[in-house]
């Protein structure tokens, strides 16, 4: 009798892991960079609305759209999300006219708009945070070089993928596809959230308005500076959490740039109500 009742313990266990599994919501976290941003006049190769920069967005349009999301959020906060609605609708009626939109370029639009339509989705959800601040405040302290020598060696692999962006070596579908990769990804964490904690006994150099300084301890610097990303990050996994919750969607892609990629990974395969995709399940491994 008692193996008889283990062994039903057991299969009621399973059955129970199982429709777990069944019921989560499938999510991947998709790199961007800015794409307005990273935009050079006199670098053609950096301008997505050229036929080819078009061609680069409707090529990873295509890899993103085998994930066949039900649901796409972007780093755009809650409070525009009714003008996302509108422009989105217009989007929909071949009505929005990306070139001369404030903003045209932006992955929202290109990506983000273009992978909904396609789908055939109503809406894209807005999820970004406010806060964050500039990585270059942490500037003083003990250990503080080893902090700078991780920061430049991480300049080094983006002036790498920029380089090759601006000088046509690579394309924008190519340059997109490298920023998911876990090489770079993980590194970009290993300097925002692991290496600051080891730089102590500092003070913040011009902090921006986003930093509360009444609360900073000058002790744990390092720590204080990881702390500010983090809550950003655990904001916007709020926003996918909520959302999520209140929509029951199958399968999220959220599309937000590379530095945030790490951490919300982080979180996420922590959260039984999701299963974390890695985006190179759908654009492909890739090295530079």
């Known amino acids: 009798m008692r193996l008889k009742t283990v ?68 780093e755009v906060l809650p409070e525009r999300q009714r003008e996302i609605d509108s422009l989105y609708a217009l989007y929909l009626q071949d009505q929005l006219n990306l070139e001369t939109l404030e903003n045209g370029r932006s992955e929202v639009y290109q990506l983000a708009f273009r992978l909904g339509k396609q789908l055939k989705l109503k809406r894209i959800v807005c999820a970004n945070a406010p806060g964050g601040t500039s990585q270059g405040i942490l500037a003083n302290g003990d250990n503080i070089d080893l902090y700078t020598q991780e920061i430049a060696g991480l300049r080094k692999e983006v002036s790498k993928l920029s380089t090759g962006l601006q000088n046509g070596t690579l394309s924008l579908k190519d340059y997109t596809v490298l920023l998911n990769q876990p090489e770079l990804y993980n590194l970009v964490y290993r300097v925002r959230y692991i290496v600051p904690a080891r730089v102590v006994n500092g003070k913040f150099k011009n902090p921006d308005a986003m930093v509360d300084t009444a609360f900073v301890n000058p002790q744990y610097i390092g720590a204080e500076l990881t702390s500010i990303f983090k809550n950003r990050d655990y904001k916007i996994y709020s926003n996918l959490a909520t959302a999520q919750l209140k929509e029951k969607p199958k399968r999220m892609l959220l599309l937000i740039g590379a530095a945030h990629i790490g951490s919300l990974h982080s979180i996420l395969q922590d959260d039984t109500a999701f299963e974390l995709v890695p985006a190179t399940t759908f654009l492909g491994k890739k090295k530079q």
């Open 7 to 74: 062994l039903s313990l057991l299969a009621f266990g399973f059955t129970l892991h199982t429709f777990a599994q069944a019921g989560k919501t499938k999510i991947t976290v998709m790199a961007s960079d800015h794409l307005a941003q990273i935009y050079r006049k006199d670098k053609p190769t950096t301008d997505v609305l050229t036929p080819q920069g078009q061609k680069a967005m409707q090529d990873l349009t295509n890899l993103a759209a085998k994930f066949a999301p039900d649901m796409i959020l972007v």
